[in-house]
Structure formats: C-alpha cells, structure tokens
C-alpha cells in the first residue's frame, strides 16, 4: 500500500551542481639573526582565489509539495525552483612575524603574530537552501602567541607551552537547515587558550608524556547559527543568535598522558604502552541543544609486545573501561524535516557513539 504523504511509485528527484575554482598564490619568508640570541623571522603571502558555482533541482512529485504532501522526499531534495548560478573572487594578503629569543642553549622564547586567509564560497548541496543563503563571505584571522620550548635535566625531559588569542572575523560556520549543512559567517569568533607539553625519560627504557590544552571558544557575534529543534528562530531564514554561546566541539579541558617501557630481550625489544585521554564537557551539535552536552569522559588504551628485525606481536586494549560516549550528534536527517511538518514535540537525532572496549592481538611481519 502506498503512503501518499511519503510520495507515490513514479516520483523522482533530480540534482545538478557544479563549481570551479581557480586559485593563486606567492609567499615567502625570510630569518634575520640579529644577535646570538635574538632572531627575527618574517613572512608574507598574497593568495587569490576564483569560484563559479551552478545548482538546479526539480522533481516529479505527482501529488505536487503543497501540505499535506510537503513530506514528500523529493520535495526537500529536490525543490522545483530556478536555478542557482553565481562566481566572485577573494583576495586577501596575509603574514607572520615571529621574534624568538635564546637566553640558553636550551631555551627558547617566542612572540608570534599571524594573519590567515580562507576565501568564500557557495553551498550548492541539495534541499530547499533559500538563494540568499547560498553564498557565504571570506574569513580572516589573526592570532597571538607567547611561547617557549625548552630542554632540561642534560636533554632528558622537554617542556613546551603557549598561550594564544586569535580572532576570526567572518569565521565559515556549517548550520544544519532542512536536510542541507549550510555554511554562513559568524561575524565574530574569540578563542583563548593555553598548552603545555612535557616529555620526560626517566631512564633509558621509560618514558613519561603529558600534553593538556584549556581552551575558552566564544560566539563573540553570531546571529545565522543553526536552531535546535523547538526554538523559535529568530529571522526569517530560520536561524537563530548565538551570540556569546561556547562553539560546539570545544572542551574547556583537553589532555593525554602516557607511559612507555622497553627492555631488551633475546634478539629484540619487549615494549609496553599505557595512555589516557581526557576530554571535558562540550556541546557535540552545532545547534547547542542543552539537551545534546556530552559530559566529561576518559579513555585507557594499553599495548604489551615484542619486536625483532622481522616480527612484531602485539596484544591490546582500547577504552578499558568501556566508556560510552557520542563522537558526534546531530538531527536525523530527513526526519528533522518530517518532524517539523507533523509537530513533533522532541524532535529526531542521530547520535555516532566512540568504540567501545575492545581488545586483540596484532602480527607484523617484515621482510
């Protein structure tokens, strides 16, 4: 039996789109040693960039897309509308001066300043994308650092870290509209954060490591994010503020740790691996449901083998602990849209889930 507001036998779809980019540029860098310990490092780099862009849809939905057969697939894949067709060029110059100092052998501290450049475009994926949204601007960026790397203990233990702020003006941002990820301008994203490195050899056959990176990532100026389903949009293209609103995918807190062993044995090496990743709390949908935070979680990974000249074994375990946790979420495609038609009160998502345990035994041979 046929379900009319699902579309009837015979109803297709059709989709064409197509781009061409044409892209230049010039760079160079140059180092100035302006003392022993004092070093200037310049670059520059003039890029342009041209794009065409062309999409067309239609269908033939027998029943035609007015309600109640707005549900019909091919009406949201493949609207019958005009045909999209625009071209524009970017061009931008961009650079980087990084003045780096050397109080020891040892030492190094670093001040950097960078500009970047990432030229516009046009979304020519299928689904009912109003024209007004097909074209997105240029982003541009422009970060700070102060660094330093040093080396310590005769060479046996390496200590990294910086502290950076970066601006994007314009930063391309991917809202999920219908069955379509959209890509529009944030007018202004801020991001600041600080990471540290250290890698220690506690002796000739262990090994310590530990990374960490505390990032703080804001929607300065954002008014075409994406919506979460439910919230009233707040212009007419069905977007909404998010001004002042986290970034999805940006943990406050982020760090590895590891532990490594080696010992000789017979013709080649006994090795062991311990590592742990910690990941804080964040948003995993770009619509920042509150209903869609993933919370803080941690993964064990461990690996004991032997490896000769021509053999390497191994036994294995990742995520011991068998943590669940989303790697991504986001509404369920088509039914986000069968959802808004039929007034559904939740909504419909799709959540993709990390590995969970699991452990095995891996042979290489070489030869």
Known sequence: MQIPILGVEGDEGYYRADQQTTSYGIFAQVDFDLSEKWNLSLGLRYSDEEKQGYIATYNTAQNGCSAPFDTNP?????PNVDP???????SATTGKASLSYFPTPDIML?????TGFKAGGYNLESGTVPPELRTFEPEDVQ????????????QRARLNGAIFHTVYDGQQN???????FVVNSAEQVIMDGAEIEALLLLSDRFTASISATVLDVVYESYDGGQCYYGRDPDNEFGQCDLSGEKLPFTPSLAANAS????????????????A??????????PDLDPRHYEPAYGIIDARLGWRGSSVDVAVWGKNLSDEQYASAI?????????DANVGSSEGSYQTFLGDPRSVGISLRLNY
Do not use: M
Not at 84 to 90: G, K, N, P, T, V
């Open 74 to 78: 091919v009406c949201s894949v493949a």
């Open 143 to 154: 970060n700070f650092e102060l660094g330093w790397k040093a080396e310590f203990w005769d």
């Open 174 to 180: 991917a809202s999920f509209i219908g069955l379509s």
């Open 110 to 114: 670093y001040l950097t300043y960078s």
């Open 259 to 274: 532990l490594r062993y080696t010992q000789p044995l017979f013709d080649g090496d006994l090795y062991s691996r311990l």
């Open 84 to 90: 999209y067709s625009a071209d524009d060029s970017w």
């Open 330 to 338: 986001g509404p369920a495609t088509f039914h986000a849209v069968f």
């Open 276 to 285: 742990y990743r910690y990941q804080g709390s964040t948003a995993y949908i």
